[in-house]
């Protein structure tokens, strides 16, 4: 068996997984299955150094990671591609936009590109007041509630940021993490920001942490990294980053500080992005039962 084929073949094992998940109700484990299939995806369509498949099957490939929203019947239209993406030659079962192809860097992958935001900030060069390409966001919803365990929900308000103007598609990449780094919850992103004023950046939107309080461990912090697209490289960059510890959790509003790349999930190492009052803006609701 080639590479490709087992390629195809776990591609194909990774949806049916999901789509399972999706028809059992389990929504959280169906979300991450599709993230990752959607990660594998389109690693392979934006790898220059891959000549496993053509152009037309790479279509194809990006075409299912396309932007809208399907109910599960309609999702499990995609299935026979994915399954025979290598002889596969009928129109496309929807009628969609393959989704942009843009580099996601790993956290601290594009730190030597620094120079190049700076000087890009300084010119205002590839500067734009319009959010261009939509970016779908992955935010999940509230989990059931559990006689005395409590939920938090958390409004990202808004960022202050000195070329919030300048700041294109912009998003918020949420995660748990213990104190080593590692990932207590799903990751979640915010859609796109739709509204820029002087220097904020506003996003008002409602992010459930995916994990009953008391149920953490200590140590724990909640990451917020800020990420915009960068249109001279063709790549989402991560610029900031705030994290909020467990003893910062209370009711009500909440700003927090922003520090400079690359995300420190282990918190070691911080250098805060700017001498100036400009911060990341909270408001934080408990639930118990």
Known sequence: MSDV???VQKWHASFKKGTDFDSW???VEAIDEYQILARQLQKEVQSSNSHDFTEDQK?????????????LEDLKKLEPIIKNILTYNKDFPFDVQPVPMR?????GEEENLDVDEELDTATGVGST??????????????????PGMTLLTLKIEKIGLKDAGQCIDPYMT???KDMNGVDLNPVQDTPVATRKEDTYIHFSVDVEIQKHLEKLP?????????KHYKPKKRFTST?????MEMDEIKPGPIVIELYKKPTDFKRKKLNLLTKKPLYLHLHQTLHKD
Request: charged share 20%; net charge positive.
């Open 239 to 243: 610029k900031c980053f705030a994290f």
């Open 103 to 107: 580099k996601i860097l790993a956290p």
């Open 5 to 7: 084929t087992k390629t």
């Open 129 to 146: 007041q319009s959010f261009t390409t939509r970016v779908p966001g992955t935010l999940l919803p509230r989990l059931p509630s559990e």
């Open 25 to 27: 109700g389990q929504l």
């Open 59 to 71: 279509v194809n490939i990006s075409s299912t990671q396309c932007q809208e929203e399907f109910k």
């Open 218 to 226: 200590k140590g724990a912090a909640i990451f917020f990294e800020f």
């Open 174 to 176: 949420i995660s748990v």
